[in-house]
Each structure stands twice: as structure tokens, then as C-alpha cells.
């Protein structure tokens, strides 16, 4: 059974930066696209990143150029940069496959707040 641990959460100040971590067990790791999505409060879960091999990478229009999705595919482990963050990207930020198939971990906490 596939097992995601997201990881790296937590408060920064608006402009700042930030890297979130999610390691997956059990999985075809580095034969399927990853993703990131985040939900914020009273909010839809929704696509933030996504990684094709380790140089396809896709981005919501509201987070291109200021994230960087990233993987290692030796470490099981995909990355979520983040930079010049926004109050609106408080959210609580999930891994999954670009399908959203795999079991749901209990995703990172990312509050964006002075």
C-alpha cells in the first residue's frame, strides 16, 4: 500500500520562502507523474505542480514563477519550492500522483501571514 508523508510546513512572513517535502513508499515512484495540490480553508483541493520524468514540469497559472517542483526518484522524494509567497497560499499542501489516485497522506500545513 502506497504511503505519502508530506513534511516542511509551517509560518512565514509574506515574501518569503519555503520547501515542502513528500517521500512516497511502495509505489512506481519513478515511472508516474507527481503532483502537488494544496486546499485552502472552505476551499476545493486543487492541482498546484506537477512533474513528468525530472524536467516536465506543469504549474497553476498562481504559482508560476514563484514555485519549483522538483523529485529524486533515488530518495522516493518530491520537493516543492516556494517562493515570494502570498497570504493566498495558506493552505494545507498534499503530494499525489497526477491522477490524485494514491491513498491521501496527511498533508503540510503553509500559513503565509505577518
Known amino acids: 500500500q502506497v504511503q505519502l508523508v508530506e513534511s516542511g510546513g509551517g509560518l512565514v512572513q509574506p515574501g518569503g520562502s519555503l520547501r515542502v517535502s513528500c517521500t512516497a513508499s511502495g509505489s512506481n515512484f519513478g515511472f508516474d507523474t507527481m503532483a502537488w495540490y494544496r486546499q485552502a480553508p472552505g476551499k476545493q483541493r486543487e492541482l498546484v505542480a506537477s512533474i513528468f520524468g525530472s524536467a516536465y514540469t506543469n504549474y497553476a497559472d498562481s504559482v508560476k514563477g514563484r514555485f519549483t517542483i522538483s523529485r529524486d526518484n533515488a530518495k522516493t522524494t518530491v520537493y516543492l519550492q516556494m517562493n515570494s509567497l502570498k497570504p493566498e497560499d495558506t493552505a494545507v499542501y498534499y503530494c499525489?500522483?497526477?491522477?490524485?489516485?494514491?491513498?491521501w497522506g496527511q498533508g503540510t500545513q503553509v500559513t503565509v501571514s505577518s
Open positions: 499525489n500522483n497526477g491522477r490524485g489516485s494514491l491513498r
